[in-house]
């Protein structure tokens, strides 16, 4: 929106402030103006279906009127839902609230709308009409430019969730925008509000502390951040080689990708096959980083439609792969991402989203064809035909997307388990031994998710467990930290252990570090993400997930995306690879196949709390003659002199190394890189008894016998 409001300023430099005023049009329902001209009409409350099909719709019926300390407060009342407005209006400034209350068990319910039109001749707006694409979303507030206003204010603050501005203006059904705000339904009926303020300031809408949880932590209040002034605090590693607790498996330092995201920084400039000539830049910022196993992708999975990304660029049909993005042939597909992971890594493997929102069974049947079939089969001929003779047979075969959060599906469990099944037969008449993971309950913290954990998990598990190798889980941190998000994955591993099929696994598909902040300052903390500080919080989370046998595998978002990446490019075109692509290449100097073996912490904030600061894991190598540390200490300023305890002595210390950076918030660009991986200066060759961490580091210590 940003670059709307500047057009605005160009156009319209010498206006007055325009007038607004609202007045009830003969349906009873708003007219907002500005200087007489209509900007958002009709507005209204519906409850719907799943297939969004209006249920309960209390304004059309007979309201009744009065004033009330100034505003003008308008009442809606049936059986099974009320709607009561309350207006109130100046010059510079127009607000409503609607509080709403629909009644329990309404059969079918599924979420609440309240939407009203934005009459499109009357913004100014990009040239090429949008079906569906948000020209702003925010729970606290956006501008738009308007033909009278370079920025006029849309304030949502009191609202429990985000309000989108949708641009309709190619969609058949209205030619206009939609300013949409909804919630989800539950059996239990729902009362709540929504608030809307048009006109005001910036200073109305901005964020006055950019420091909490992020929008995926909307209702969840956290404690204050941790402030340490120590310089120094001891603490006590001790470590059992001889207690095993899981695999240190390459399958838990996956990656995911993101197919917008992911065009953005494509090495190809034609369509790709073995050997097809690859930006080495592109390779250079990744060399070194593991890739064992690569998933595909995230929401965008179910825009993202596989056979429109094949063969030559040319003859690419047209398509989006996310809701706002654009409508054009993709230049990277489905045999560019293998083709670029490969080349990077031969070893890769890969994990299939499966569209089933825009694809059918019957796609998702060719896809596994496709990929896996032979030169007697169709659709594997044609995939040698493009030069990929090999096949390549996902190892895991994902259902959907957070099906149940999307404003595209909101699926109940039977719903979703249904969904499921068909795909899952189409899949296995091409791969009988395929591997599949459903999704459990996305976000459960958040209102969107209120009434879903665990009873959404626990259908999936009973309709589903048979035909399940995983369930897949998107934790995001550090929003709440892994110690808040453990009662998840407990919950998990019970009503997996309780289910028909006990075998069944964790699959974190999704994790990585939410950053703090509202729009509209959000974006501007995008980088933590991959800063210093995004580096050392994504490594607590994998020392404790190392911990939790129950998990799998795990898939890191994302290899290039919006606020997650490993890999950019900036406005020159110059790739650069950010502080996380070093945190992989320190996790995968451990050899995949050791064994994470028994450890602990004591000491100040090393309790497994939101205190946290300090935290380790230990492995041993399969021939059992080398020991490896991961010791991580988040704090900014405070160095930890710890003594080890290794049960069984005699581990000598080898090497030790350090990712770090000047400060946590530091961050790599195409001109600086100071996040980096460096030797520490430790004596070597002699048993282990203590070392002083630095702060601000991630550690791994390596020893032998």
Not at 493 to 504: G, S, V
Not at 607 to 620: C, G, I, L, T
Request: with cysteine; glycine share 8%.
């Amino acid at each position: 929106m940003i670059r709307l409001a500047m057009l605005g300023a160009l156009l319209f430099p010498l206006l007055a402030p325009a007038a607004l005023t609202v007045e009830n049009g003969a349906d009873n329902r708003l007219k907002i103006k500005e200087d007489g001209v209509e900007l958002f009409l009709k507005d209204d409350i519906v409850l719907m279906d799943a297939a969004w099909k209006g249920l309960v719709s209390p304004m059309s019926g007979k309201p009744a009127a009065e004033q009330s300390d100034g505003a003008a407060v308008t009442s809606w009342k049936s059986e099974k839902g009320t709607v009561i407005r309350r207006v109130t209006a100046s010059p510079e400034k127009v607000s409503v609230v609607w509080e709403y209350e629909f009644a329990p068990d309404i059969p079918g319910g599924r979420y609440i709308e309240l939407t009203m039109i934005g009459i499109a001749d009357n913004f100014v707006l990009p040239e090429t009409a949008g079906s569906g694409n948000a020209l702003g979303s925010s729970k606290s507030g956006f501008t738009v430019a308007t033909k009278k206003t370079p920025e006029l204010v849309l304030n949502f603050k009191g609202s429990p969730s985000a309000w989108a501005l949708q641009d309709h203006r190619g969609t058949a059904w209205l030619r206009n925008l939609r300013l949409w705000h909804f919630r989800d339904y539950t059996p239990k009926g729902v009362r709540g509000k929504a608030c809307l303020t048009i006109g005001g300031t910036r200073a109305d809408i901005a964020d006055a502390d950019d420091t909490g949880a992020g929008t995926e932590y909307d209702n969840v209040r956290l404690a204050l951040p941790l402030q340490v002034t120590d310089r120094s605090l001891p603490a006590v590693v001790t470590v059992d080689p001889a207690e095993v607790i899981r695999k240190y498996d390459g399958a838990m330092f996956g990656l995911n990708y993101d197919w917008p995201g992911m065009a953005r920084v494509n090495p190809y400039t034609e369509a790709a096959k073995p050997g097809t000539p690859f930006d080495g830049n592109y390779r250079k910022e990744l060399a070194g980083v593991p890739l064992p196993l690569n998933r595909a992708a995230g929401s965008d999975s179910q825009f993202f439609q596989w056979k429109k990304t094949l063969g030559p660029f040319e003859g690419r049909a047209p398509h989006k792969t996310i809701g706002w993005g654009a409508e054009v042939p993709q230049k990277y597909g489905l045999l560019e991402w293998i083709a670029s992971t490969r080349r990077l890594d031969p070893a890769a493997q890969f994990v299939w989203v499966v569209n089933m929102v825009r694809e059918t069974p019957e796609d998702a049947r060719d896809l596994a064809e496709f990929l896996t079939g032979g030169p007697d089969t169709v659709w594997g001929r044609k995939r040698i035909g493009l030069g990929f003779r090999e096949p390549v047979a996902p190892v895991i075969w994902e259902l959907g997307n957070e099906l149940d959060y999307s404003a595209n599906s909101l699926y109940t469990g039977e719903h979703y388990s249904a969904e499921c099944k068909k795909f899952i037969a189409a899949i296995r008449s091409v791969i009988p031994d395929a591997k599949f993971a459903a999704h459990a309950v996305t976000a459960p913290w958040n209102e969107r998710s209120e009434g879903k954990w665990p009873e959404f998990n626990r259908i999936v598990l009973r309709e589903l467990g048979p035909e399940l190798s995983y369930i897949s889980f998107h934790p995001y941190y550090r929003g709440m930290p892994p110690s808040a998000i453990a009662p998840y994955i407990e919950s998990l591993r019970q009503d997996i252990a309780a289910c028909p099929n006990p075998k069944i696994r964790i699959f974190i598909s999704e994790h990585g570090k939410w950053p703090p902040g509202s729009e509209p300052n959000w974006k501007r903390n995008w980088y933590q993400t991959h800063a210093l500080i995004g580096c050392l919080d994504t490594a607590e989370w994998i020392i404790y997930c190392l911990s939790r046998p129950e998990i799998a595998a795990m898939t890191y978002h994302n290899m290039s995306a919006g606020p997650w990446g490993l890999i950019y490019k900036d406005e020159k075109g110059r790739y650069f690879g950010t502080g996380i692509t070093d945190l992989f290449r320190l996790l995968g100097k451990v050899p995949y196949g050791s064994e994470v073996v028994a450890s602990g912490v004591t000491g100040e904030y090393t309790a497994f709390n939101a205190d946290q600061s300090y935290s380790a894991a230990a492995m041993k190598s399969a021939d059992g003659e080398t020991l490896y540390l991961l010791l991580n200490n988040m704090l900014p300023t405070t160095e930890r002199p710890t003594e080890f305890r290794i049960s069984g002595g005699g581990w000598k210390l080898k090497s030790a190394e350090a990712l770090s950076a000047p400060n946590l918030h530091s961050h790599n660009s195409a001109e600086e890189r100071p996040i980096a991986i460096a030797p520490l200066k430790v004596e070597t060759g002699v048993p282990l008894s203590k070392l002083t961490i630095p702060a601000k580091s991630l550690v791994l210590l390596t020893l032998t016998k």
